[in-house]
């Protein structure tokens, strides 16, 4: 242990970067401050290497500062040292615990390089994408960022047309449409809308929906003009032309965004036909054209990752723990440590796996009829077991097999009548555990703990340890197994 050289790496953006280096106890035998060139990395690597044992391996400690950390973790992993990149959270806890009442670079620096001695196992060796891998997690994040950017210009066009167009959702609906897009760019004005012939209006709509639309969306965008022309008139109050400028302009930035999009997803797809020639993670239920080159991108080389366990760990999706005593306390929130986007596909995908696998389906059933889980809760639930999954599909290279609950492979159709019979929620059930209001029904049902003597609901058992237990209508001997992983 006397050999250790840990490095701590407080990085500045537009400052010079400050380093602490330290001995296995903790003592600083080293201050530098450097600059993200090599000449600079060297002088470093060289102060920290003083006075140590031939082939000590430098142990180096970055924050995920914006880019700088990815120059500094080049250089050191290309050198053959271990660095590790760690959550500024974990971070700041530390420099409180260390230092409550100062913050400098150098305090900051010099907690980085004590982290692998306090929290050894809590740290784990960056390993750097390379080849296909780093290429494909380029092209995934770009298609990321410009679908955030597509969402965003859409908020912004509807709000704008909503001034022009007040009655404008009952046209849209659930998200603006590349035709709706073709209508505003060219006719955001109300009043320019109602003067246009009538087929004009029906060849742009269907030519922009590829024939999916036409003259029942042409009257539906007439009437909102009417509408609108009805209800203003010809108030100043409303600066029609102005408005229907700053709408063309969101039209033309989304095209853009979109034209972009294109381009990179193609090269996605050929970064991930790369990546994972197998389409291994494709072979997941619910993993798509999407979620399989996010899947490959965040997981990278699937060895880094000890088990199934330490993959679904790091992708945040592990609730958190609560012990105390004799106390431990479940149904913990998630700790959300890993990539967010990671996160989001695989709950997604959980959404879609739930209906197609049924050991998958045989979770979501427990989490909803047996332990009282909303929708959302018990398709994390899912998502947990979907993440292992991926794993072990990675870590083995064979493509993933839907099994029932006894563990034989089925057919899709075979799957899909298992679940259909043994694992669909009653619609009671879920809609109690529902929080949003319908339009049939207005205020969802009000919860009184488990607790419902209405129709064929579960009713509650006898108390156990942590409280009282709801029984499924089906008899506890015909209860699934625990699903196979």
Same mark, same amino acid.
């Given at each position: ?314 992708? %945040?999706? $592990? #609730? ?5 005593? &004799? +106390? ?6 998630? /700790?959300?440590? !890993? @990539? ?101 029904? %207005?205020? $969802? #049902? ?5 607790? &419902? +003597? ?6 509650? /058992?006898?108390? !156990? @340890? ?20």
């Amino acid at each position: 242990m006397s050999d250790r050289r840990l490095v701590g790496v407080d990085l500045g953006i537009a400052s010079a970067h400050t380093v602490v280096v330290t001995d296995a106890e903790g003592t600083v035998v080293a201050r530098r401050r450097c600059r993200p060139i090599r000449e600079s990395l060297e002088a470093v690597e060289a102060a920290a290497l003083a006075g140590a044992p031939e082939g000590t391996r430098l142990e180096v400690v970055v924050e995920p500062t914006g880019v700088a950390w990815l120059p500094v973790a080049v250089f050191f992993v290309r050198r053959g040292h271990l660095v590790y990149r760690v959550s500024s959270a974990k971070a700041a806890a530390l420099r409180r615990f260390l230092s409550a009442n100062a913050k400098t670079n150098s305090i900051d620096a010099e907690t980085l390089a004590r982290l692998p001695i306090v929290d050894p196992g809590g740290v784990r060796p960056l390993e750097l994408p390379t080849g296909e891998l780093a290429a494909l997690d380029r092209r995934v994040r770009a298609c990321e960022r410009l679908t955030e950017a597509q969402t965003q210009r859409k908020i912004r066009l509807r709000e704008l047309a909503r001034q022009l167009y007040p009655s404008i959702d009952d046209v849209i609906g659930g998200e603006v449409s590349r035709c709706d897009v073709a209508v505003l760019e060219r006719w955001g004005d109300p009043r320019r809308l109602a003067k246009v012939p009538h087929r004009r209006l029906v060849e742009v709509i269907a030519k922009a929906s590829s024939g999916q639309k036409g003259a029942d969306h042409a009257a539906s965008w007439r009437q909102a003009a009417e509408d609108a022309l009805d209800l203003y008139g010809d108030d100043p109050a409303v600066p029609f032309e102005a408005l229907a400028a700053e709408i063309a302009t969101e039209c033309r930035l989304l095209r853009a965004i979109w034209a972009e999009h294109k381009g990179h997803a193609v090269a996605r797809e050929d970064a991930y036909k790369a990546a994972d020639p197998d389409g291994l993670a494709r072979s997941l239920p619910g993993v798509a054209a999407i979620g399989g080159p996010l899947l490959v991108a965040s997981m990278g080389r699937p060895g880094r990752f000890r088990d199934a366990a330490a993959f679904k760990s790091f992708t %945040g999706l $592990a #609730p958190r723990a609560s012990e105390t005593g &004799d +106390t431990d306390r479940k149904g913990q929130p998630m /700790s959300k440590a !890993g @990539p967010g986007r990671l996160r989001h596909q695989l709950v997604l995908s959980a959404n879609t796996a739930r209906r197609l696998d049924p050991q998958l389906a045989a979770v979501y059933y427990t989490q909803m009829v047996e332990r009282g889980a909303h929708h959302t809760k018990a398709l994390c639930v899912v998502a947990t077991r979907l993440a292992e999954r991926g794993w072990v599909t990675m870590a083995r290279g064979e493509p993933y097999v839907i099994r029932d609950i006894d563990g034989r492979p089925v057919d899709p159709a075979e799957a899909k009548a298992i679940i259909a019979e043994r694992y669909t929620v009653p619609e009671e059930i879920r809609r109690r555990r529902r929080s949003r209001k319908t339009k049939a029904k %207005g205020k $969802a #049902p009000h919860h009184a703990g488990r607790r &419902d +003597t209405r129709g064929d609901l579960p009713q509650p /058992s006898s108390s !156990g @340890p942590n409280g009282p237990r709801v029984k499924t209508p089906a008899d506890a001997s015909s209860r699934p197994n625990r699903p196979h992983s």
